[in-house]
């Protein structure tokens, strides 16, 4: 797995909290990008799903719509 390396900055109070209580902050940030990704992607899924239900557009015609727009240009 490729990484990259992030630099960032915090609150030196977090960073001290952080160490303090052992919350390996790398691992913290990664959790949590992970997750708010993946909510990310939901609520994505969730808005085509609703546009989709508000389309009264066959899959058939859009095919054919973009086929012909294709053309045109």
């Known amino acids: 797995?490729?990484?990259?390396?992030l630099s960032?900055?915090?609150?030196k109070e977090l960073k001290d909290d952080a160490d303090r209580l052992g919350i390996?902050?790398?691992m913290a940030l990664?959790?949590?990008l992970e997750e708010m990704i993946e909510v990310k992607k939901q609520r994505g899924k969730e808005?085509?799903?609703?546009?989709s239900k508000n389309m009264s557009v066959t899959?058939?015609?859009w095919v054919n719509d973009v086929r012909n727009t294709r053309k045109e240009a």
């Not at 797995?1 to 390396?5: F, L, P």
């Not at 960032?8 to 609150?11: D, E, P, S, T």
């Not at 808005?47 to 546009?51: D, F």
Request: aromatic share 0%; glycine share 0%; proline share 0%.
């Open 30 to 32: 990664e959790k949590l």
């Open 47 to 51: 808005i085509a799903m609703e546009l």
């Open 59 to 61: 899959v058939k015609d």
């Open 1 to 5: 797995m490729k990484t990259e390396v």
């Open 8 to 11: 960032i900055r915090v609150k």
């Open 24 to 26: 390996d902050v790398r």
